[in-house]
């Protein structure tokens, strides 16, 4: 197991555009976070999946922002009508439960032009 | 809802000196903490991870202590080098909400 892999690791689309991000999380691991990183600042918890159930969910990820993790898997995270302050580094991280390791992936980053 | 603080921002120091990140959290009600590392442009590196009820952990030259009770830890770098220059984040899961939030981060130099 290679731990945390996310694809692409960078995306550069206009504005207005879709993208989608995918996720693998580490086999076994049950639970997969969405944070999202702009220079400077800490990750902002975006949402968070225990199997295939989303469990909660930030103000961001009502409208433009979507995520899925059919079937408990790997998990991707939509965002529509992109717009200039989405630009940003999008994380994923994956558990086995809620009191283990969280480990990371390298990213994907984000750049609306 | 939880809020995690970090100081300081940002600390540079001269390599070989022993020095201590401060973390601290308003939810004393948390399943664990946890200390990352993440250099420019990566994902995050997984360091330490406190249990509840843990009051300390260590790794090589890290060692990260969690006084729930009053909503702190700290995690202590012995002997710093250059190559510990990182940006460090704590991050709690809480029982309210079992998500994991993130302080927003101190910025360590180390200097040679």
């Known amino acids: 197991d290679t731990g945390v892999s996310q694809d692409p690791r960078h995306k550069i689309t206009k504005r207005g555009q879709n993208v989608t991000f995918r996720c693998d999380p580490i086999s076994e691991h049950n639970r997969l976070y969405w944070y999202r990183q702009t220079l400077g600042q800490g990750p902002e918890f975006l949402t968070y999946?225990?199997?295939?159930?989303?469990?909660?969910k930030s103000r961001l990820l009502s409208d433009r922002f979507s995520a899925e993790r059919p079937k408990g898997s790997f998990s991707t995270l939509e965002i529509q009508r992109t717009e200039q302050g989405d630009s940003a580094m999008y994380l994923c991280?994956?558990?086995?439960?809620?009191?283990?390791?969280?480990?990371f992936g390298q990213g994907t980053r984000l750049t609306v032009v | 809802k939880q809020e995690v603080t970090q100081i300081p921002a940002a600390l540079s120091v001269p390599e070989g000196e022993n020095l201590v990140l401060n973390c601290s959290f308003t939810d004393s009600a948390i399943y664990n903490l946890q200390w990352f590392r993440q250099d420019p442009g990566k994902g995050l590196t997984s360091l330490l991870l406190?249990?509840?009820?843990?009051r300390e952990q260590t790794s090589g030259r890290l060692n990260a202590s969690l006084d729930k009770s009053s909503g702190r830890s700290t995690l202590y770098i012995a002997a710093s080098q250059p190559g510990d220059s990182a940006t460090y984040l704590c991050?709690?899961?809480?029982?309210?909400?079992?998500?994991?939030?993130f302080g927003a981060g101190t910025r360590l130099t180390v200097k040679p």
């Open positions: 406190i249990q509840s009820s843990q």
């Open positions: 991280a994956s558990s086995y439960g809620a009191n283990t390791e969280a480990f």
């Open positions: 999946f225990q199997n295939e159930a989303q469990l909660e």
């Open positions: 991050a709690v899961i809480t029982y309210n909400n079992n998500d994991m939030r």
